[in-house]
C-alpha cells in the first residue's frame, strides 16, 4: 500500500513537469525541425532548405556574424566577470548579498528596454557622448552604437551580471585555509592561482563561458531593437524570415533556427566534455 502511494506521489510530482516538457520545449523542437525538411511549395520532404542556407553567401556571414559576437562578447565579459567576482568574493556577507541581489536585477535587464538605455546613454546625442564632447573630448567623435561595436558593447553589458552570478559560488569554493596552507608552505600569491586557484575555478569558467556563448546566440530583442535588419545576425534573419515584408518563408527561418540550436548544443557537449577533462586532470 504504502509502495503504491508513493509511486502516485512521485506521478502526480513528476507529470506537471512532464507536460509543460513537452508543450513548451519538445513539442515545438520537434515541430521546427520537421518544418525544416518541408518544401515550400507542399509538405514534402527535402533538403533544399539545408542546401539553400549552407551555399547561400548572405545566410553563412549571418551565422559567422553571431558565432564572432557571440565569442567576443562572451570572452569580454567573463574577463570582466572574472575581476568583479573575485572582489565581490572579498566582500562581508551583507556587501556579497546586496550586491548579488543588484545583479539579480542586472541580469533581467535586457531586450528593448536594454537598447534603449544604451540610445539614451550612448547613442548619437546621448548623455555621455554629448558631456564627451562638452568636456572637450573628441575620442568618441567617430564612435557609433547602431554599429559592430555598439552591438559588442551592449551584449557585454548584458553578459557581465549573468557571468558574474555563476562564478561567484566558485570564487567562494576556494577556501581561506587553502591559501593560508600554501602560504606556510612556502608559496606566493601568484603559485597558489596557478597550482591552486585556477584548477579549481577552471570548471566553472568553461561551463560559463559555453552558458554565456549560448546566451549572446539566442539574443534577438536587444540587437533588433538596436540595428534592426541592418545587420546581418542569424537570429534577425530568423525573425525576418518568419515575418516577411513580402513573402514569408517559415521552412527558412526553421532551418536556421535548426542549426542555431545544433550550434548552441555542440557548444554545450564540448564544454561537457572539456570540464570532465579539467577534472580527471
Do not use: H
Amino acid at each position: 500500500m504504502k509502495n503504491k502511494r508513493t509511486s502516485f506521489f512521485i506521478i502526480q510530482s513528476v507529470l506537471p513537469f512532464v507536460l509543460l516538457t513537452g508543450l513548451f520545449l519538445l513539442i515545438p523542437s520537434f515541430t521546427m525541425i520537421v518544418d525544416s525538411f518541408k518544401s515550400n511549395l507542399g509538405g514534402m520532404f527535402t533538403l533544399e532548405n539545408y542546401k539553400t542556407v549552407l551555399t547561400n553567401t548572405f545566410y553563412l556571414v549571418a551565422i559567422k556574424n553571431s558565432i564572432n559576437i557571440s565569442l567576443i562578447s562572451s570572452l569580454f565579459g567573463l574577463a570582466v566577470a572574472l575581476v568583479c567576482a573575485y572582489s565581490i568574493s572579498n566582500f562581508g556577507e551583507k556587501g556579497q548579498n546586496r550586491i548579488i541581489t543588484i545583479l539579480n536585477m542586472t541580469s533581467n535587464f535586457s531586450g528593448v528596454p536594454l537598447a534603449l538605455g544604451n540610445i539614451l546613454l550612448l547613442g548619437n546625442s546621448g548623455i555621455f557622448i554629448l558631456l564627451l564632447k562638452k568636456m572637450g573630448i573628441n575620442t568618441f567623435t567617430n564612435f557609433t552604437l547602431y554599429s559592430w561595436t555598439g552591438l559588442i558593447i551592449t551584449y557585454v553589458y548584458f553578459q557581465i551580471p549573468l557571468a558574474v552570478m555563476l562564478l561567484y559560488p566558485s570564487f567562494l569554493g576556494i577556501k581561506k585555509e587553502w591559501r593560508e596552507s600554501a602560504m606556510l608552505l612556502g608559496a606566493n600569491s601568484l603559485q597558489f592561482w596557478a597550482k591552486i586557484g585556477i584548477p579549481v575555478l577552471l570548471p566553472g569558467i568553461v561551463g560559463t563561458l559555453s552558458i554565456l556563448f549560448a546566451n549572446a546566440m539566442g539574443a534577438y530583442a536587444t540587437a533588433y531593437a538596436l540595428v534592426g535588419s541592418n545587420y546581418n545576425l542569424l537570429t534577425i534573419r530568423i525573425g525576418s524570415l518568419v515575418t516577411g515584408d513580402v513573402m514569408p518563408k517559415p521552412e527558412l527561418a526553421a532551418t536556421l533556427a535548426v542549426i542555431l540550436g545544433i550550434t548552441t548544443i555542440t557548444t554545450m557537449i564540448i564544454n561537457e566534455k572539456m570540464s570532465k577533462y579539467i577534472r580527471r586532470g
